[in-house]
């Protein structure tokens, strides 16, 4: 069998697809989010889904809201406290504790880039921070009970 090249119109058709993802992807704003009103700086981007669901680096997320976390790399294990709340979960686990009594995540934590995600309606849950997401402006704005919001 004989290599036959690609065609005129496959080329073209493949070209045109490119160029619409590239301007799709050039276009997409990224996901900002603020904790009480304060930008959440990350070196890892949060990842939204198609649906409403927005994932953000927890080790931020924890810091801004004034939260301790410990990880172990090995077992990929997570323990995250904030006041007297507790929360234990497990990368790639659906299962996971709220101050000991089992809770089951719609999504398991993931990693990207060496960070672990989680999905901002697991924090909502565990510890009461208001969410909301603006799809418009691709805004998370995750306030705190008993904070003043910055501007």
């Given at each position: ?95 996971a ?22 999905g ?25 009970p ?6």
């Amino acid at each position: 069998m004989r290599y036959k090249p690609p065609g005129l119109l496959a080329v073209a058709v493949t070209a045109a697809i490119a160029v619409a993802v590239s301007l799709a992807i050039s276009v997409a704003k990224p996901v900002e989010v603020r904790v009480d009103g304060q930008p959440m700086l990350t070196d890892v981007a949060p990842v939204r889904t198609g649906a409403e669901t927005v994932y953000v680096p927890l080790r931020p997320l924890s810091d801004a809201l004034g939260a301790e976390t410990r990880y172990d790399a090995k077992s990929g294990e997570i323990f995250m406290t904030r006041g007297d709340q507790s929360l234990h979960l497990k990368i790639g686990d659906v299962h996971a504790t709220l101050n000991g009594m089992p809770m089951t995540l719609k999504h398991a934590p993931f990693r990207v880039r060496g960070r672990a995600m989680i999905g901002l309606h697991v924090v909502q849950r565990a510890f009461g921070v208001r969410v909301k997401f603006d799809k418009a402006t691709s805004r998370v704005d995750v306030d705190t009970p008993g904070s003043a919001t910055a501007p």
